[in-house]
């Protein structure tokens, strides 16, 4: 017998399938059926042992213990305890112990000993493998608590692996400068493992690595501050040029800098965190924040802004109170006024701004110092908020606007022109002593000298008004519509004139068929022509159009061109054993491109539709009369002239035919049209748009008619139908692209976009005479080949601008 293989885990396919047939079953007086089916069943579990022996060396290879222990149990379970099976059942019983042992190893480094302890329990079996040394000597570790701990659980080996990873993760973030995600992860592990040195160290490593920064950061802080306070000693020479005019009781304005109000609204801090502040470090802290954030000004020395504190006496109730007060105060991604507006509420402070520098007081201070303000207005502000207003003089409509009253003159229906500081007084705007208002009609520029309180009520005025502005829409939409027509094509011709091999056989080419005419081949008087290639298609002949263009080229009266095939360039002609032969090389590379751009523009208010039309107006039929033909009608002249006489009274001429005629007529704008709807948002921003671009050509007429016909006779005798009327019933046909948009957001000044159609279609013709065409490098003289490209795109590109009634962009005054 052959030998088995024993605890090696690569042991042959062939070992164990030579055993496998050497299993004879031990059997006594049985019948022969069954006989066999035994030794079929024997056979057929060796054969499943023998598979799941091989799936169990493929695990216990791949280091998948657990899944190896359960293959070689399988296999050994199947084996029969035999005589001629035993070294094949031990082969299979060695690998199962083995396999289990590594098993054991692999949970004891997980914790589980209990589950290791299980595992070579079932190796030590009385009916398994009891005295097994590998599986002896693990048992005896495993029982030793010096060599195996035995507090060790599956939730602690769980936990080890757990907290590797972390360890792994965290030292990651770090390497990366995420500091606080690796802080996170760290935190993560003592949760864990509540006593892990190495989660303490990575945590004073973080630690350090943000103290680092925090250093780094508080010197460039403190070396910018510093060079400000240098900057601050550096004395400017006085400015000798040209006084500034100014545009109130020598107050100078300069429009062409952006205003404090505006430059604190505008300057965004992206977060701000306070706590147990006063009004002074908070406010030092703003003054910081400004002039970092301030990108409005290009000279350095005019950065920031300033902002000053006036509480009052010092050592006032008020100063006292204000300045002890401490708070907390925590913002993200506010600007330095909202920033203000919260401290002033910490506070019981209020600040006010004019032309230089932001005033913080205590609530109820009142001062009438006065301030100057400039402000941007809208090109009609004096005549909005002039709307409504009774003028002094205004008559009443019940008495006679011509009276005079006393003294007082007559003023007439025309009411009295109101200057801007008349306006503003009566819309409650008091102006004490020294208090001014001018308005710069050419720069729009409201220049104001008032109290901060008055100021506030002006400032409120001009926005309400702002925000009732009238706004002007412009919409402009450019349509680009591009066609190319390509046409390449290389094919050849050849004529073949008879020519006689024998008496009975003779040879020449083929016929004329449909291939078209070759009559641009000049051959020698008298000589038939024989195109051997006359059934390749050619010029007009390869390419076809698509059906309505059929249909309204076959019907244009006087414009259908006739097909023709592609022109020679190049011929050949000689003489071959006395017969003749040509050829020609037909080629052919045609470019076609139409371009059509349309840039109709609409100005329209928001919420009001508008249209506009770049169109022809064309009138076409829409109704026809029917056909007018007499019941009887003579002969024509055709039958006198073969000598026929006709008796029967009928002229034999010319008889009335009223052809089909048009009655009803409708009009159709062909070219480009354009309908807007637009929305203007709140802030002035974006606009809504509902945008319907069309796009409209005439193609042409097709015919809906017969023509008709009367029956004459030739000279000959013979009746032939002779035309009288075309009859023509002519329908237009159109072609339109269209975009229907149900909403489209678009920002002031910007362009959209919108892809209309792309289209492309290709022809392709290959061509060739069958046996000649197929010849090598000779057959392509007998092949046509032929390449038709047409490309097609729309494009609609939308811009929109919002103006005022100026003219001027709204957004870029």
């Not at 000779?778 to 601008?801: E, I, T």
């Amino acid at each position: 017998m052959a030998s088995v293989c024993r605890i090696l885990p690569s042991c042959g396919r062939a070992a164990l399938l030579a055993t496998a047939f050497l299993v004879v079953p031990v059997l006594g007086g049985d019948t022969p059926g069954l006989f066999e089916r035994e030794q079929a069943k024997r056979y057929q579990g060796v054969e499943e042992a023998q598979e799941l022996l091989k799936k169990g060396d493929e695990a216990y290879t791949a280091g998948r213990y657990s899944d190896a222990v359960t293959a070689y149990s399988g296999a050994r379970d199947l084996i029969p305890d035999a005589p001629v099976t035993v070294e094949l059942r031990e082969a299979a019983t060695e690998r199962y112990a083995q396999a289990s042992v590594e098993y054991g190893r692999e949970l004891v480094r997980k914790g589980d000993v209990a589950g290791a302890k299980a595992a070579v329990d079932k190796v030590l079996a009385e009916n398994v493998a009891p005295n097994h040394l590998g599986a002896v000597e693990f048992k005896n570790q495993l029982n030793d608590p010096i060599r195996t701990n035995p507090a060790m659980t599956g939730d602690h080996g769980k936990n080890v692996e757990e907290v590797r990873k972390l360890l792994y993760t965290a030292e990651g973030a770090f390497n990366l400068g995420k500091y606080d995600e690796a802080k996170s992860t760290y935190e993560k592990v003592l949760r864990i493992d509540a006593t892990n040195s190495a989660a303490r160290r990575g945590m004073e490593r973080v630690a350090g690595a943000k103290s680092d920064y925090l250093r780094a950061a508080y010197d460039n802080t403190r070396g910018e501050m510093l060079g400000q306070v240098d900057a601050a000693w550096e004395l400017q020479p006085p400015y000798v040029g040209d006084k500034i005019s100014s545009l109130a009781e020598g107050q100078a304005a300069d429009a062409g800098r952006i205003s404090i109000s505006n430059k604190i609204d505008r300057m965004i801090l992206p977060s701000m965190t306070l706590e147990q502040v006063n009004l002074e470090e908070a406010v030092e802290y703003l003054r910081a924040q400004a002039t970092k954030l301030d990108t409005f000004e290009l000279d350095p020395k005019h950065k920031g802004v300033n902002i000053n504190i006036d509480l009052g006496p010092p050592g006032s109730e008020v100063a006292d109170r204000v300045s002890k007060k401490r708070f907390n105060l925590r913002l993200k991604n506010i600007p330095i006024s909202g920033a203000l507006k919260y401290i002033n509420e910490l506070t019981q402070t209020a600040y006010t701004t004019d032309e230089f520098s932001v005033i913080i007081r205590s609530l109820g201070a009142m001062t009438t110092e006065l301030t100057t303000r400039t402000y941007r207005v809208p090109p009609d502000f004096l005549s909005n908020i002039s709307e409504g207003g009774a003028t002094a003089g205004s008559a009443s409509t019940t008495q006679d606007p011509f009276a005079s009253t006393g003294d007082k003159p007559a003023e007439g229906l025309l009411a009295k022109r109101r200057g801007i500081l008349e306006v503003l007084k009566s819309k409650g705007i008091t102006f004490p002593e020294g208090a001014t208002a001018t308005l710069n009609a050419s720069t729009n520029l409201l220049m104001v000298r008032n109290t901060e309180a008055n100021q506030d009520m002006v400032a409120q005025l001009v926005e309400l008004v702002a925000k009732t502005e009238p706004v002007q829409v412009v919409v402009t939409v450019t349509m680009l519509k591009a066609e190319e027509h390509r046409m390449d094509e290389l094919g050849f011709d050849w004529l073949l004139n008879e020519s006689g091999i024998s008496n009975e056989l003779i040879l020449s080419g083929g016929t004329q068929g449909n291939g078209g005419d070759l009559s641009d081949i000049s051959v020698p008087t008298g000589v038939n022509r024989h195109p051997i290639t006359a059934g390749n298609r050619s010029g007009d002949y390869a390419v076809t159009a698509d059906a309505i263009d059929e249909a309204i080229a076959n019907n244009a009266q006087g414009f259908a061109s006739t097909p023709k095939r592609a022109p020679g360039v190049l011929g050949l002609n000689g003489m071959l054993n006395g017969t003749a032969y040509e050829g020609v090389m037909r080629g052919l590379a045609q470019k076609r491109g139409i371009d059509l751009m349309s840039t109709p523009s609409v100005v329209t208010r928001s919420g009001q539709a508008a249209s506009i039309r770049v169109v022809k107006e064309m009138k076409y039929p829409t109704e026809y009369e029917p056909p007018e033909v007499p019941n009887r009608v003579g002969f024509s002249d055709l039958d006198n002239n073969n000598g026929n006489n006709n008796n029967n009274g009928d002229s034999g001429g010319i008889f009335p035919v009223t052809p089909s005629h048009p009655t009803a007529f409708e009009t159709a704008e062909v070219g480009t049209v354009l309908e807007v709807l637009p929305t203007v948002s709140a802030d002035k921003r974006t606009v809504d748009l509902q945008l319907k671009p069309t796009i409209k050509d005439f193609d042409g007429f097709v015919n809906y008619g017969t023509p008709i016909n009367t029956i004459g006779f030739d000279a000959t005798g013979a009746a032939q139908n002779t035309p009288i009327t075309q009859n023509a019933i002519l329908m237009p046909v159109f072609s339109k692209i269209a975009i229907n948009t149900p909403s489209l957001a678009v920002a002031d000044g910007a362009t959209v976009v919108i892809g209309g159609l792309v289209q492309e279609r290709a022809q392709r013709v290959e061509d060739k005479t069958p046996l000649l065409g197929n010849l090598p490098v000779v057959g392509r003289m007998f092949q046509s080949h032929v390449q038709a490209p047409v490309k097609k795109v729309v494009l609609f590109m939308v811009n929109v601008k919002l103006v005022d009634p100026t003219g001027r962009p709204i957004n870029q005054r």
